[in-house]
């Protein structure tokens, strides 16, 4: 059997917040929309929506459980075209339950994937990549 490395942003794990509402890090607890199978570890790729917490940032922000969206990943997902996009670190931004942002402004690019099903985060992207 061989080892593979994981394929998206894992719960108990780290993202950076490229917007500006004060949080420079987002902690996954959970992600939404996933059923689950016995000892898998349920996991958010671009796009995906997840409940998480500040572990770094404003203290008004900061103990508080919010929703989020994955923007940007590492691991390379292959599109339609065939092209396999990646990026150079995990990102998500912070939303409310309708998936309008927190801030108001992105800095970096933001994945199609995410900008096709989250079209108030795709207008506050800098770019789309």
């Known amino acids: 059997l061989s080892c593979h490395a994981p394929s998206r942003c894992l719960w108990v794990q780290s993202l ?24 898998r570890m349920p996991a958010a790729g671009a796009g995906d929506m997840f409940v998480a ?19 940007r990943q590492r691991k390379p997902v292959r599109r339609k075209n065939g092209v396999f996009i990646y990026f150079e670190d995990n990102a998500g931004v912070i939303v409310n339950n309708k998936g309008e942002m ?27 990549a």
């Open 53 to 71: 917490t500040v572990k770094k940032g404003k203290p008004e922000l900061r103990k508080k459980v919010m929703p989020a969206v994955v923007i």
């Open 102 to 128: 927190k801030g108001s402004a992105i800095t970096g690019p933001v994945a199609k994937e995410c900008a096709d099903l989250w079209p108030r985060i795709a207008s506050n992207a800098s770019s789309i």
């Open 16 to 39: 950076t917040v490229p917007d500006n509402t004060g949080a420079k890090n987002l902690f996954v607890i959970a992600v939404s929309g996933i059923k689950g199978r016995l000892n």
